[in-house]
């Protein structure tokens, strides 16, 4: 049989590789917000993750979805959700690098930088089996309102041990959490909430009660336990609610489905049913609000994080692409247009991991006035900006590798599976318009002003636009602290900071174009519009994954 073509002129698949090694724009980031930070554990973490081995876990993972089994063959309620071994060795290595709970620990410098960074390469691989990864992180310092369940479980919590069972926290080396917030008539307007807890009597976990309700979204329904909100008799609070009882049986959640996502595939979002469930009081009675913001911030931070990572995975594949791929006789990326596509999401890609990497640094000092007011401007700002970006740098990267960037192809066209993933974080923990009002409550917890020209200053005389957009922010803060142009303000915020970071941290091209392009309006309203003066090839080089 004769042949009738033979395969070239394909890229080698981006496999195999030093995920942090590679990553210049994160470790310079790291170098600024965390100088003395032990960056080993992200070395051997880069390498783990980029691996083919851990590639096709996470293939694997997506493609065989979790599975619901409500019942066993003999019709006795199991309440079970299946999933493919791939999701648990994902698991297993996320635990063991410590991205759940360990910086609640106290046992290492910058813990939150450090665990942000390994967070957002772990995203380059895998982001939808983080999700109870992100929960667990958010609950552990909620727990400390309730001593009792914070000492049986707090340090199990910061284990680096992944036990997928379920059985008794008692006789696991590990546990994970998850939230239980969001209900079908309130979505984010929590308050709305209609799900029930009466009083049943008090333990050792303290003030006991029994939840009736439903909760509309319930992700990652095999954690250990959950945090959820409930209408107690003097208001919303928040719950303890662990899957098995301290006696060892099974408490009374039902999972009616999982959801039928667009992305997201090994995460078992689902809907449950509360059946008179034990739950154990966490803080005051009436105050599940404020607990649930502050749980809130923590998991806003993730979006920011997951959002940077992925867009970094996606320029990568991108840069690999174009790198091996010929058109029109030379390879795509000596093209001027490719070039300049490719420098605009590199810009965007290193801005939106100065920004995240930065905001984990607020939460290394809470004892510093500056750092807290920052958290507080940041979370909302980062969330925001950084993943409302998302999906056009996606959908862009996508394009450079043409029709191969829109292929499934069983898991292997892993292009497709981050435009699919995209979306998600600017949806959850609050979408845009619950970020820029959360903004406006940000500007009113103390001198916003100060603090944003105190985090400014360091960059002033870089760049002219740079200067003029710090020089004006006062007063923009001032006459755009509305609803109506809260989303602006978000904006123009999120790309100061962005601006300022870079002006610290990156090289003169870096800074250069995206001051130009971002603040001084050299740039069009796409992707692949830096002005003709950019130095493009050093921009790409600098973001090269190889």
Same mark, same amino acid.
């Given at each position: 049989m004769e042949t009738t073509h033979e395969v070239f002129n394909q890229p080698a698949p981006l496999a195999d590789y030093n995920?942090?090694?590679?990553?210049?724009?994160?470790?310079?980031?790291?170098?600024?917000?965390?100088?003395?930070?032990?960056?080993?554990?992200?070395?051997?973490?880069?390498?783990?993750?980029?691996?083919?081995?851990?590639?096709?876990?996470?293939?694997? $993972? /997506?493609?065989?979805?979790?599975?619901?089994?409500?019942? !066993?063959?003999? *019709?006795? %309620?199991?309440?079970?959700?299946?999933?493919?071994?791939?999701?648990?060795?994902?698991?297993?290595?996320?635990v063991g690098a410590g991205l759940h709970g360990t910086p609640w620990a106290g046992t290492s410098a910058s813990p939150h930088v450090l665990r942000a960074a390994g967070f957002m390469l772990f995203t380059e691989l895998e982001p939808s089996m983080l999700c109870p990864i992100s929960m667990s992180y958010a609950v552990t310092p909620?727990?400390?309102?309730?001593?009792?369940?914070?000492?049986?479980?707090?340090?199990?919590?910061?284990?680096?041990?992944?036990?997928?069972?379920?059985?008794?926290?008692?006789?696991?080396?590990?546990?994970?959490?998850?939230?239980?917030?969001?209900?079908?008539?309130?979505?984010?307007?929590?308050? $709305? /909430?209609?799900?029930?807890?009466?009083?049943?009597?008090? !333990?050792?976990? *303290?003030? %006991?009660?029994?939840?009736?309700?439903?909760?509309?979204?319930?992700?990652?329904?095999?954690?250990?336990?959950?945090?959820?909100?409930?209408?107690?008799?003097a208001g919303l609070s928040c719950f303890f609610l662990p899957r098995v009882l301290p006696d060892g049986t099974r408490n009374a959640i039902h999972i009616q489905r999982l959801k039928d996502k667009l992305g997201n595939k090994a995460n078992a979002s689902s809907e449950v049913e509360f059946h008179g469930a034990s739950a154990w009081l966490v803080g005051e009675e009436g105050r599940g609000i404020p607990q649930i913001l502050e749980m809130g911030t923590m998991t806003r931070l993730d979006c920011a994080l997951g959002t940077s990572g992925l867009m970094r995975q996606a320029l990568s594949i991108a840069i690999n692409h174009a790198s091996q791929r010929n058109a029109f006789g030379k390879p795509l990326i000596e093209q001027p247009l490719m070039k300049n596509v490719l420098a605009d999401l590199a810009l965007e890609s290193e801005a939106s991991t100065a920004l995240a990497i930065r905001l984990a640094r607020a939460f290394d000092h809470p004892e510093d006035e500056h750092e807290r007011l920052m958290a507080r401007l940041l979370t909302p700002v980062a969330k925001f900006w950084i993943c409302k970006r998302g999906s056009h740098f996606a959908q862009e990267a996508m394009e450079c590798l043409g029709g191969n960037g829109y292929v499934e192809e069983g898991g292997e066209g892993i292009m497709a599976r981050v435009y699919r993933e995209m979306p998600l974080n600017s949806i959850w923990e609050g979408a845009g318009n619950i970020m820029a009002l959360d903004l406006l409550r940000g500007l009113r917890k103390g001198d916003a002003v100060a603090a944003l020209t105190k985090e400014l200053a360091p960059a002033r005389g870089q760049h002219a636009a740079l200067d003029r957009l710090a020089h004006a922010l006062p007063a923009r803060i001032e006459a755009m602290a509305s609803e109506v142009e809260a989303r602006r303000l978000a904006q123009d915020v999120a790309l100061a900071v962005q601006a300022s970071l870079l002006a610290q941290t990156a090289p003169p091209a870096v800074v250069g174009a995206f001051c130009a392009s971002r603040l001084g309006g050299d740039w069009g309203n796409a992707f692949g519009t830096l002005g003709a003066g950019t130095d493009f090839d050093s921009i790409i080089q600098r973001a090269q994954p190889r």
């Open positions: 995920l942090f090694e590679t990553n210049r724009p994160l470790r310079d980031a790291l170098k600024f917000n965390a100088p003395q930070l032990q960056v080993a554990p992200l070395q051997e973490l880069g390498v783990t993750i980029g691996s083919a081995e851990m590639q096709t876990h996470a293939r694997l $993972a /997506n493609i065989h979805t979790p599975e619901l089994h409500t019942h !066993d063959r003999f *019709g006795r %309620r199991i309440d079970e959700v299946e999933f493919h071994p791939s999701y648990h060795v994902l698991m297993s290595a996320a909620a727990l400390r309102s309730n001593a009792g369940v914070y000492a049986d479980w707090g340090p199990k919590l910061t284990s680096l041990w992944y036990d997928p069972a379920l059985k008794s926290f008692k006789d696991k080396p590990g546990v994970t959490m998850g939230m239980g917030m969001t209900e079908k008539q309130g979505g984010s307007d929590v308050r $709305a /909430n209609t799900t029930q807890a009466v009083r049943d009597g008090s !333990d050792a976990w *303290g003030e %006991r009660y029994a939840i009736t309700g439903h909760k509309w979204f319930f992700s990652a329904p095999m954690c250990d336990a959950f945090l959820v909100l409930a209408q107690a008799p």
